[in-house]
């Protein structure tokens, strides 16, 4: 909305003085603008000069003056936003005032301060009747933009008192909504309050309710672990019953075998002896009747005659003798004094497996957890340094372990020993370090462990058996003798059975050549020595000695040379000229394969090269320098038969 001009049109200047006034003065300046022209009009004339109209307010130009008055839209805007008021009655059309007349005005408003009497002034003093026209018209103007300007206060007060009364119902609203508000959100908080609390009562009672699972679980499962345990126990036991009437069935028939085998050769003996004697007593009695029939009946003849007999019946005893002997050379074939070493060994193993029934008798205990330690350390023997000492210290341990009787240990180690001869991933030397160490601090061992290999393989001792019928009932008996196993009623094979002389041999070996700084030996080299002499004049040539002295060759061969040099040379001329020789001469061709790699070792002369594992490494660097096996001891993929 644009600005309102209101013109009202009066003289520029009358005498020097601007007849428009300022339309942006206010009342103080219009007070000192009226005094500075009431002192320059009394300067002028010396007294008040009386008002006189002489002419009218138009312009001598023929143009009459005009006096503006201008309106803003702010001005326009505060009308407008009073209630109900008429913004017109503030809005003055344009209008020309004259002065032809002399001009009163009837209007008197005792309430404004500024009012000024008018002068009566001659009709002839224009001047002064302009001057006071506009001082008359400025006073109402004035007093018009004063009842204007209250008129606004008012409606502004007006216009504050209703905003704020807006104000406040809105506060008043806002108040009534937050309350609400309040109410609604305390209700919400009191339901998840509610809800909270009934979860966490729910999540106790599902807590409750689990740990009563928990435990109904847990007591589940201690009787499932007694009853297993039961179970574990009475299958030990039955276990035990079934190596011991296994045991004692093999050691009654072993000794029904001797048994047999010298009721034999005493039959034998006897007969040949019966023979004999009947045999010089022909001999005496043809000499009798020879000496009648030529009538030399004398006492010397006779004495010499008795003699004779005498001499030939000594004779005859002495063959008797030399035949028994030659019989139980002929189904048992060893060394005296190893047969007595073998027995020795053999009862102390007999008194420990004794013992340790009494024990597991009267203690009532199982103890098949000490014998998983034990096994557990024999399979985590590697070829390594560290490891060895650190095996061997915890067997010494499990040994020194007060919470399991000794025997029990000692036996579990030698079974474990041995048994793990079988197993693909056996570390020969490493196991005989270890055997060495642990022996060395308690040497009782040793004889037990070594009852162990006697058992499991004849050849540890050395010894061998040779079939009859009149010591054995079947073939079958002779075989267990062996050493075959027995499974579902059927012998094994002849090729396992000879994997297994092999690996039991080669553990044996690896045993007599250990040489172990700090720790000493007990079956060392002097005893691999007289295995070797005592193989080879007791025991015949064929596919099981042959295996068996393979595998003690490949494994103690250098450490031997080593050792006696030119003896052990002539030891392999001997094997060379008469055992390879007895082999070919058997003209079987299943033995080939053993008798060239025999004499593969003998004529290239491998006992000169350390074997592959003997020597013990610092460390396993890393795993590229792990052969396929974890050790590096794999055993040689042969197949003689």
């Known amino acids: 909305m644009g600005a309102i001009k209101l013109e009202l049109r009066c003289p520029p200047k009358v005498h020097g003085v601007a007849a428009d006034p300022d339309p942006d003065w206010n009342l103080d ?39 503006i008055m201008r309106v803003s839209d702010d001005e326009i805007d505060d009308l407008d936003d009073s209630d109900d008021e008429a913004t017109s009655a503030s809005l003055v059309t344009r209008k020309n005032f004259n002065f032809n007349n002399l001009y009163m005005s009837d209007e008197s408003d005792d309430e404004s301060a500024l009012e000024v009497q008018p002068y009566l002034m001659d009709e002839g003093n224009s001047e002064e009747a302009a001057l006071f026209e506009l001082i008359h018209e400025y006073q109402l103007e004035v007093k018009d933009e004063i009842r204007n300007q209250i008129s606004a206060l008012e409606t502004d007060l007006i216009d504050g008192s209703e905003k704020s009364t807006s104000a406040l119902v809105r506060v008043e609203k806002y108040r009534d909504a937050r309350r609400d508000m309040d109410k609604k959100i305390d209700t919400q908080y ?40 039961r179970k574990e126990k009475a299958l030990y036991e039955e276990k035990l019953r079934q190596e011991k009437a296994k045991a004692e069935a093999e050691v009654k028939l072993r000794e029904e075998a001797e048994r047999a085998a010298a009721l034999e050769v005493e039959r034998k003996a006897k007969e040949a002896a019966d023979k004999l004697a009947a045999e010089a007593s022909e001999s005496v009695a043809r000499a009798v009747a020879q000496q009648e029939a030529v009538g030399l009946h004398t006492d010397g003849s006779l004495a010499n005659l008795s003699s004779q007999s005498e001499k030939i019946q000594s004779n005859q005893t002495k063959k008797s003798e030399s035949a028994t002997n030659i019989m139980i050379g002929d189904v048992v074939k060893a060394a005296k004094s190893a047969l007595i070493v073998e027995q020795g060994r053999l009862q102390k193993f007999k008194e420990i497996d004794e013992k340790n029934r009494e024990i597991q008798i009267n203690f009532n205990k199982d103890f098949s957890s000490n014998e998983r330690d034990v096994a557990r350390l024999i399979r985590q023997i590697r070829g390594t340094k560290d490891n060895v000492r650190s095996k061997a210290s915890e067997l010494v341990k499990i040994f020194s372990n007060p919470a399991c009787p000794q025997s029990i240990s000692i036996a579990a180690f030698a079974k474990k020993v041995v048994s793990h001869c079988e ?17 060395s601090k308690m040497p009782y061992v040793m004889d037990v462990l070594l009852a162990e290999f006697h058992m499991a393989c004849i050849f540890t001792v050395p010894k061998y058996i040779v079939y009859s019928k009149t010591a054995f009932e079947s073939k079958e008996a002779y075989y267990k003798a062996l050493g075959f196993r027995e499974d579902n009623g059927k012998i094994e094979n002849v090729k396992d059975y000879l994997k297994r002389l092999e690996s039991y041999m080669r553990l044996y070996g690896a045993l007599v050549q250990t040489e172990t700084p700090n720790f000493q030996n007990a079956h060392g080299l002097k005893e691999g020595w007289a295995w070797l002499a005592r193989f080879l004049n007791t025991l015949p040539a064929n596919v099981y000695t042959a295996v068996a002295l393979n595998a003690f060759l490949q494994m103690a061969g250098f450490a031997l040379f080593r050792r006696y040099r030119r003896q052990f040379k002539k030891m392999l001329n001997v094997i060379s000229e008469d055992y390879l020789g007895a082999l070919q001469a058997r003209g079987d061709s299943e033995l080939k394969p053993i008798i060239a790699e025999i004499q593969s070792y003998i004529e290239d002369k491998k006992f000169l090269k350390e074997p592959e594992g003997r020597a013990l490494q610092g460390a396993l660097l890393s795993s590229v320098m792990v052969p396929e096996s974890d050790h590096g001891y794999n055993q040689p993929n042969r197949n003689y038969y």
Request: hydrophobic residues 35%; contains cysteine.
């Open 423 to 439: 197993s693909p991933d056996n570390a020969a030397f490493a196991c005989a370090h270890v055997i060495v160490m642990v022996t």
């Open 29 to 67: 300046s219009l007070l000192s603008e009226l005094d500075a022209l009431e002192k320059k009009l009394n300067a002028s004339s010396g007294g008040p000069v009386p008002f006189t109209k002489n002419q009218s307010r138009k312009m001598a130009k023929g143009r009459p003056s005009t006096f």
């Open 190 to 229: 009191q339901r998840k309050l509610a809800e909270a609390l009934d979860n966490h009562l729910t999540a106790i009672q599902r807590d409750h309710e689990l740990k009563s699972q928990i435990e109904e679980k847990k007591i589940k499962s201690d009787a499932a672990y007694e009853e297993a345990r």
